[in-house]
């Protein structure tokens, strides 16, 4: 089985610093270490409906910004498929199927769930799509049989969701689905970047972003106004590090090298922060440290941006063909599920011939045979229908489990009179396949 990445961002407006330590710029690194066979990145629309839902073109004008954000920082439509998930319909009809699956409890304990339908202010009005998002989430990652999954941490409890639902799938169907692993950020800062605001979460929705598209005016507003340690009120005040947003910023984002540019009277940002502990060094010295690292980070991805976007039409080809592209992957994945659950109906031509040979016998045989079997319905919960064996003369029984004819493996003679030659049979039973030669009593039909 091939390594395969699914991850995603709802188009619900540009993408920040947050999106893109948590995920983005590792994914660029994923997609050039060659160490994965197949990629897929989705501009996931339908989710972003889910509370979006009057106010549509909200995400239809986003389908690009974030099309742009992902060309700029590296994603490449020839190495990663980059897709939109309104266009891909299999995967609707996985997330109807996992519904079946999961419980509305199960659901209401997802912690990520909560916290968003808490931001959202939702309260009783949940839509159901938003109620559900963690059951497409596994759709969109199991149509194209994901084992890796890079996201923020905030996402952890969704992936935990997508593999409950494959264990479930898989024991009640057969192995069919593949389940993913998370891969969270390796710089812990990275794992959750704060707002600038200093909440425990940049959103799009809390006007607390930088953006990765936003100009260097901009950036530099942004920091300068960044929150920092409210008790650090004088430049000798002794500073707190631990949760400051500045700082955590510093840790995702500065290397040893911005110091020797920016800032050469320290070594390295662990001689800033002892430093800052210890007094004597005021915020706005620090903030403007950051912002040259950060600037140093998004000047790149901003120039190669403004470039991709003289090109519109070719950004959309690009969502057109990847689109196409990840439908394909999903068909068959879908498909495998719906041979899995014996759903497949029109392609199984076992089932159809099977159906096409219920045995017709001779009325009087047929009142023994329907006797025997409302016994052995009562008894091993076998459906009450046979198939008749021209060759072998014989009735063979079906698991109500299972549709395929069983093997004939044994002689047995179940008290209907010897001239209807009914002579082989197998059981299956609730515990297991019966091959011992029993006699059972006729019950007339």
């Not at 929705?205 to 100009?215: F, K, P, Q």
């Not at 690292?293 to 080809?317: G, S």
């Not at 990847?322 to 029109?346: D, H, P, Q, V």
């Not at 229908?385 to 004819?405: H, P, T, W």
Request: hydrophobic share 35%; charged share 25%; proline share 5%.
């Amino acid at each position: 089985m091939g390594k395969i990445i699914l991850t995603g961002d709802r188009p619900t407006g540009r993408l920040h610093v947050g999106h893109y330590v948590g995920s983005l710029k590792r994914r660029v690194e994923l997609q050039d270490s060659g160490e994965f066979d197949e990629i897929y990145i989705m501009i996931a629309d339908a989710q972003a409906l889910t509370d979006n839902a009057d106010n549509p073109e909200k995400v239809r004008q986003n389908i690009i910004e974030v099309a742009l954000d992902y060309l700029a920082c590296g994603l490449d439509p020839a190495k990663s498929v980059l897709f939109i998930q309104s266009q891909i319909p299999e995967l609707c009809e996985m997330t109807f199927y996992y519904m079946d699956l999961v419980t509305v409890s199960r659901l209401q304990r997802n912690p990520t769930v909560k916290s968003e339908i808490q931001m959202r202010n939702f309260e009783a009005s949940i839509p159901v799509g938003f109620f559900t998002y963690p059951i497409s989430q596994a759709a969109d990652i199991t149509a194209f049989k994901a084992t890796t999954v890079p996201v923020g941490e905030d996402q952890a409890p969704m992936i935990e969701q997508t593999r409950e639902i494959v264990h479930k799938f898989n024991s009640v169907y057969g192995d069919t689905l593949v389940e993913p692993d998370i891969l969270l950020p390796d710089n812990k800062a990275c794992l959750r970047l704060p707002g600038i605001d200093g909440k425990a979460k940049m959103s799009k929705s809390l006007g607390n972003c930088i953006y990765l598209s936003d100009t260097e005016a901009e950036v530099k507003k942004k920091i300068m106004s960044m929150f920092t340690d409210p008790n650090h009120l004088r430049v000798e005040d002794p500073g707190q590090v631990e949760g400051n947003p500045v700082f955590i910023y510093l840790d995702a984002f500065c290397r040893d090298g911005h110091f020797a540019e920016y800032l050469p009277d320290y070594k390295n940002l662990d001689e800033l922060k002892a430093h800052y502990m210890r007094g004597g060094l005021g915020d706005v010295k620090v903030k403007k440290f950051l912002n040259n690292v950060l600037q140093d980070e998004l000047r790149p991805i901003r120039e190669r941006r403004k470039e991709i976007a003289q090109d519109i039409p070719a950004v959309y080809q690009i969502l057109e063909e990847g689109s196409r592209n990840a439908k394909a992957k999903a068909a068959e994945t879908l498909a495998e599920m719906k041979r899995a659950m014996k759903i497949n109906y029109f392609e199984d031509k076992e089932l159809i011939a099977f159906h096409k040979d219920i045995i017709r016998i001779h009325k009087t045989h047929k009142e023994f045979l329907t006797g025997s079997l409302k016994y052995l319905y009562a008894e091993y919960n076998v459906i009450g229908y046979g198939r008749f064996n021209k060759e072998a003369q014989s009735v063979i029984l079906v698991n109500n489990n299972d549709y395929e004819v069983t093997k004939e493996v044994s002689v047995w003679y179940l008290g209907i009179p010897k001239e209807c030659v009914l002579n082989c049979l197998m059981l299956t039973t609730s515990e297991g396949y019966s091959t011992e030669p029993k006699q059972y009593p006729v019950i007339s039909g």
